[in-house]
């Protein structure tokens, strides 16, 4: 329960967040209603909202406008978010290009649309039990981090099913087929729970490590860097809880780090600006976000990782490639080299990113 509440917690955190940033469009949503006058400032009425202070000139005085004004406050949930989640979606070349060209009013900011995304995301993987392992015994081993990683996830599988098959209980319900069901499903992930860790340990060093063996190279420093490399032995836990915080706190450094490398793509393309190129980063990283919530989601409502993996490789470098061909206007020979180079450079963006939270952990 206190994994939902600091899921939702972060979620909240991050909508008010994306509404600070996301300007107010004052776009007409509907006609008059018969108000001359705003009730907030005295200006004479001449559409939906007043031409000087913004507010709506309907007053809603009922008590389902309260839960929408409570729903657009926290989530921010307007016609701006319909019209860009689709075009998002499948179109994302499309919505970039049109927002670049001026077409802002109708659609929800790139940032906006970020920091929603990234915060909306820790919050799921935080409510569904997908986290880092933050407590460890004398010893690291690889084959325990992975071990517990993925019985983070097989455990949020069998809280859910438990929680059904006492629901099925309570009520009285003759419906033993659906029972039978959820026990043989919980006994096979009891039994795979107890597979992990033989399957880690074919995909691991057989040979567990200390703290003691473990080297880092962040800033090239070595004083510096062995000062970091302190903290994470003396206490990985605390390390590992504070990278994970730090990664969407700071996300939007993959902003800057992702920058030059966009440039370079298009050194010899001189009508393609820096702005251009921050749109592009933007709106791909928010994608991205929201695809790993749906994905997150799938894992806990218990689809199988199969088909969650051929999402992940199918449709992330599809969406990439199809944003970066119809963002720019490129060939298909064009787009494609591009999509290759830009999947070497992205190695490097998160090794950057990694490292940039390792430096901030460390304080």
């Given at each position: ?180 069901e959820l026990q043989d499903e919980f006994n096979d992930l009891k039994e795979m729970r107890t597979q992990v860790d033989s399957a880690a340990a074919e995909a691991m060093p057989e040979t567990d490590l200390s703290w003691d063996d473990v080297d880092m190279v962040i800033t090239g420093n070595e004083a510096f860097d062995k000062g ?68 997150s989601l799938a894992v806990a409502v218990g689809v199988a990782a199969g088909g969650v993996f051929a999402a992940l490789v199918i449709v992330a470098p599809f969406h990439v490639y199809k944003h970066l061909r119809y963002t720019y206007g490129l060939s298909r020979f064009s787009a494609i080299w591009r999509f290759f180079a830009l ?21």
């Amino acid at each position: 329960m206190s994994d939902i509440a600091e899921g939702l917690g972060v979620a909240i955190e991050g909508s008010i967040t994306a509404k600070a940033v996301e300007p107010h469009d004052g776009a007409a949503t509907s006609a008059p209603t018969g108000e001359t006058e705003c009730a907030n400032c005295g200006a004479p009425l001449t559409g939906p909202y007043c031409n000087q202070c913004g507010q709506k000139a309907h007053i809603h005085r009922t008590l389902p406008a309260i839960g929408h004004d409570l729903i657009h406050g926290v989530l921010h949930l307007d016609g701006k978010l319909a019209h860009t989640l689709p075009l998002l979606a499948f179109k994302p070349g499309r919505l970039t290009r049109r927002y670049i060209e001026g077409e802002r009013a109708k659609f929800v900011s790139p940032m906006a649309m970020f920091l929603f995304s990234v915060f909306a995301m820790f919050a799921v993987f935080q409510m569904v039990g997908l986290s880092v392992p933050t407590s460890f015994g004398e010893n690291f081993s690889p084959r325990t981090a992975v071990a517990e990683m993925s019985e983070s996830m097989i455990d949020a599988r069998i809280v859910e099913i438990n929680r059904q098959i006492e629901e099925i209980d309570a009520s009285g319900s003759s419906n033993d087929t659906l029972r039978t069901e959820l026990q043989d499903e919980f006994n096979d992930l009891k039994e795979m729970r107890t597979q992990v860790d033989s399957a880690a340990a074919e995909a691991m060093p057989e040979t567990d490590l200390s703290w003691d063996d473990v080297d880092m190279v962040i800033t090239g420093n070595e004083a510096f860097d062995k000062g970091i490399l302190k903290k994470w032995r003396e206490n990985p836990g605390l390390m590992l809880y504070k990278l994970q915080a730090n990664g969407y706190k700071f996300g939007w450094l993959l902003i800057p780090i992702s920058l030059p490398f966009m440039m370079l793509l298009f050194l010899w393309r001189r009508r393609h600006k820096a702005y251009d190129h921050t749109v592009f980063i933007t709106y791909s990283l928010s994608f991205m976000s929201l695809f790993f919530i749906a994905l997150s989601l799938a894992v806990a409502v218990g689809v199988a990782a199969g088909g969650v993996f051929a999402a992940l490789v199918i449709v992330a470098p599809f969406h990439v490639y199809k944003h970066l061909r119809y963002t720019y206007g490129l060939s298909r020979f064009s787009a494609i080299w591009r999509f290759f180079a830009l999947f070497f450079f992205i190695t490097i963006i998160l090794g950057l990113f990694l490292n940039s939270l390792l430096l901030l952990g460390a304080f």
